[in-house]
């Protein structure tokens, strides 16, 4: 099992923090400045970009001790909701010729050996935090791709087939999405990522989109 992002609550309060900071600070120095203390609204600037830098210091510090992560079919990639986990693992994974059944409405695909990639959605109801209770969670939304050793990715040729990624989910519910993709022959070693899509989880201190740090794929080798 790979969590993503182990110490979301922490991480959440330290960016929500630095932008309250920043901000204030940033509204000071203004203030300041029109009011014409300049001493006082340089000052504010300097401990603002002080502040700042030692964010992205510890954010870059951290993923720079972070690595990849190669998960094989059945691995759980955990992703930590603040209170509770929406886990990610791959099923199955299937070689097809032509575009199955279930995927009839798709547009034609680019050339490219097709893969169906069977991908689970759970609830980890041991993760709940106290007094949460049996509510529904709708996942937040996930950014999906193939890379591969040249680093470079290939969309879903359609979205889905089977359960949306965003269907709300209780307690140790889950559910399975199929997804299919066409990626070129001379691909090697083609990998999985799935990630949060969010644009603050970019500036989050561990986060796997943080600058530099490592990735879990998902193994399409079966």
């Not at 960016?15 to 014409?36: C, E, K, N, Q, W």
């Not at 979205?159 to 559910?175: I, K, N, V």
Request: glycine fraction near 6%; include cysteine; charge should be neutral.
């Amino acid at each position: 099992m790979i969590v993503d992002l182990p110490l979301a609550p922490l991480a959440v309060l330290a960016f929500l923090a630095s932008v309250v900071f920043t901000v204030v600070m940033a509204a000071v120095s203004i203030i300041s400045r029109v009011r014409g203390k300049v001493a006082l609204s340089g000052l504010c600037v300097k401990i603002m970009a002080t502040v700042v830098g030692l964010y992205f210091v510890v954010m870059l510090g951290v993923s720079s001790f972070s690595k990849d992560y190669d998960l094989r079919p059945g691995v759980e990639k955990h992703f930590c909701e603040l209170d509770c986990h929406i886990a990610n693992s791959i099923t199955k994974v299937e070689r097809v010729t032509a575009i199955p059944a279930d995927f009839a409405n798709a547009p034609a695909p680019p050339p490219g050996q097709l893969f169906v990639v069977t991908l689970r959605t759970r609830f980890d109801e041991t993760t709940i935090g106290p007094g949460r209770g049996d509510g529904p969670l709708t996942p937040n939304p996930r950014a999906i791709t193939v890379r591969d050793d040249a680093g470079r990715e290939y969309e879903p040729a359609v979205a889905f087939s089977g359960t949306p990624l965003d269907t709300p989910l209780r307690p140790s519910q889950s559910y399975d999405t199929r997804l299919l993709f066409s990626i070129p022959i001379e691909a090697k070693n083609p990998r999985l990522l799935v990630r949060t899509s969010m644009w603050p989880d970019a500036f989050l201190i561990g986060d796997e989109r943080s600058l530099l740090h490592g990735k879990a794929y998902f193994d399409l080798k079966g």
